[in-house]
């Protein structure tokens, strides 16, 4: 058998006996055949290809807007009363009015009610409109272009 159609190659290549014949079988010596493997390194090389410019534009337009809501009056009333009482009592509510005394001392000490403001709170509905500004971003991207030296849109 060939050294190199051998059945088993991790085995050692022996020469054979015939083609030594000064040589029996116990002084054959085996004869090592390193194996090489090869290694592949990948490095990278940077290279300009072209120039890319990137420009991004913002236009700004308005709306109108219409919006529903309410909007709350405030009234108050003056009610005069001018009575003497005894105690001084703080704010009340009274239904949907805030009923504020207003008090006055007079010089014989006596305290009177001289009126009471009432404050009643109420919505309205109502409509308004404005109108809102609103924006709208544009991105351009060119390259240029090496033998006219001009900027070319790129994807149009």
Do not use: F
């Not at 090489?36 to 940077?46: K, N």
């Not at 807007?65 to 005894?86: A, F, K, L």
């Amino acid at each position: 058998m060939n050294a190199l159609n051998r059945a088993n190659p991790d085995e050692p290549v022996r020469a054979p006996a015939a083609e030594h014949p000064a040589t029996d079988q116990a002084d054959v010596q085996s004869v090592v055949i390193p194996v090489l493997a090869e290694q592949v390194q990948v490095d990278t090389v940077r290279e300009h290809t072209g120039t890319v410019r990137v420009r991004k534009l913002v236009h700004q337009a308005s709306e109108p807007v219409s919006t529903e809501g309410y909007r709350e009056v405030v009234e108050t009333t003056r009610v005069p009363i001018n009575r003497t009482v005894q105690t001084v009592q703080p704010p009340w509510q009274q239904g949907d009015v805030l009923v504020i005394p207003v008090y006055e001392e007079r010089l014989v000490r006596q305290l009177v009610l001289r009126e009471e403001l009432h404050v009643q709170r109420r919505r309205e509905p109502c409509q308004d409109s404005a109108s809102v500004p609103l924006r709208r971003e544009e991105v351009i991207v060119e390259r240029l272009d090496p033998q006219t030296r001009q900027w070319v849109p790129e994807g149009r």
